[in-house]
């Protein structure tokens, strides 16, 4: 016998009935993006190792560490993707859509992480970009479409930090100055960043060492050195935020890890999880990445949140799925001992009539047939035996026992009809 193969180590199958979590998440995302104007970019999970290299650093961590790296059978170097956006502005560079541009994805992505709970080698991701404007309106509208995202899963216990990075006119300044306080403690600072702080001095502020962390919070503060368009910007986003009662934490030392992100930067963290994995989404604006690409000085904004650690926040917020398994569940189950061709067509007729039905394959007797309807999760049975065929009826009635009302013959005309109305659509 051959060997039972198993997924790769660091992934895992998401298996019905846990996937309608998903349908509901990406289902919900994908209502929301529409509404606020986006569209569905689909693209391809390799890209040309450059744009990733190119677009978020070479010295970046997850380039550096992370990344799946491939030569193909025509010794062409390709990377798995590690994030959604670089391909995202490459695909702007490539098509010169009109800008703004705003498109909404959902896609796997890939990183040679150690594995872990809620931390995976593919993970998936829900997101959107805007493209082509720098107005801070775009940022907000961008933080509002997450920040209702959430509300709309069921998440409460969230907070949304927010930071401006600066720009290309204020940011190097700064740096300087962070790199000089860095070098005058640089024995004080974690193993890592004693050999890279003075390489790129950003990276330390979004350290999670203590070490690390105590030797920032003496330094200077970014906020100090922003130039007047970037403190505007800033501003303005903030209004925005607070004319749609979104609540906000400007949180100095959030600084995101790569290298094409600058002005507005934010984080949504859950109060439900753990410290270390408590981030739930997060994004920000990138005004150099498509130019990074080949393309035109471009601005762009955009998010991306994990779906795994989305259903951890649920399940550490103690929200109820069993609403989710009615909605999306089945409307009802067949149960059929007569395998006349006219049962599979009354089943094919309520599937057109908008109605979720299953039945029972292989010729199984009732009482088996009913053990499956069970199973199923289906709310309502649709019984047919000799005499309901005889009558073009079923019988129709209640799976769950909390329900008493007593089984009615139905004709089968009247069956998508009545289904509805008892299950209340
Ligand atoms: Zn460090
Ligand atoms: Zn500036």
């Known amino acids: 016998m051959s060997k039972e193969l198993s997924s790769p180590n660091g992934t895992h199958d998401v298996l019905p009935p846990q996937s309608r979590r998903w349908e509901f998440l990406i289902g919900t995302f994908s209502e929301l993006a529409r509404r606020g104007g986006f569209g569905l970019i689909v693209q391809p999970l390799f890209e040309d190792v450059a744009v990733f290299n190119r677009g978020i650093g070479e010295g970046s961590e997850v380039a550096r560490k992370e990344m799946y790296v491939f030569t193909d059978r025509g010794d062409r170097t390709f990377a798995l993707r590690p994030e959604g956006t670089a391909p995202v502005a490459r695909a702007y560079v490539q098509h010169h859509p009109t800008p703004p541009w705003k498109v909404w994805y959902a896609t796997p992505a890939f990183r040679y992480e150690r594995p872990q709970a809620g931390r995976y080698r593919q993970h998936h991701q829900l997101g959107v970009e805007v493209l082509g404007t720098d107005d801070p309106l775009a940022d907000a509208e961008v933080i509002a479409l997450a920040h209702d995202f959430y509300t709309a899963i069921g998440l409460s216990n969230f907070s949304l930090l927010l930071n401006s990075m600066g720009d290309r006119e204020c940011r190097p300044a700064f740096v300087d100055t962070l790199r000089g306080h860095l070098q005058s403690r640089v024995a004080d600072l ?32 970014l906020d100090d050195h922003l130039c007047e368009a970037c403190r505007d910007h800033f501003g303005a986003v903030g209004d925005a935020l607070d004319a749609m009662g979104i609540s906000w934490i400007r949180q100095h030392t959030l600084v995101r890890g790569f290298d094409y992100y600058n002005r507005t930067t934010f984080e949504f963290v859950s109060h439900a999880l753990d410290g270390a994995q408590n981030a739930i989404g997060g994004g920000g604006r990138y005004d150099q990445l498509v130019e990074d690409l080949g393309g035109d000085p471009t601005s762009g904004i955009g998010f991306g949140s994990g779906i795994e650690r989305l259903l951890l926040a649920r399940v550490a917020e103690g929200i109820s799925d069993d609403g989710l398994d009615d909605v999306r569940g089945l409307d009802a189950f067949v149960i059929d ?31 088996s047939q009913f053990k499956v309807a069970d199973r199923s999760g289906a709310a309502i049975a649709l019984i047919i035996g000799p005499t309901e065929l005889e009558k073009n009826a079923v019988t129709m009635r209640w ?21 509805k109305r008892w299950r209340g659509k």
């Open 190 to 221: 974690c193993p890592e960043h004693v050999a890279t702080a003075s390489e790129n001095p950003l990276r330390v502020i979004d350290c999670k060492k203590p070490q690390c962390r105590e030797v920032i919070s003496q330094g200077p503060v």
């Open 337 to 367: 001992t007569t395998r006349d061709v006219r049962v599979t067509s009354l089943i094919s007729s309520l599937r057109h009539a908008g109605l979720a039905i299953d039945r029972a394959y292989d010729s199984k007797s009732m009482r």
């Open 399 to 419: 799976l769950r026992n909390d329900n008493d009302m007593e089984p009615v013959s139905v004709a089968w005309d009247d069956v998508a009809r009545t289904l």
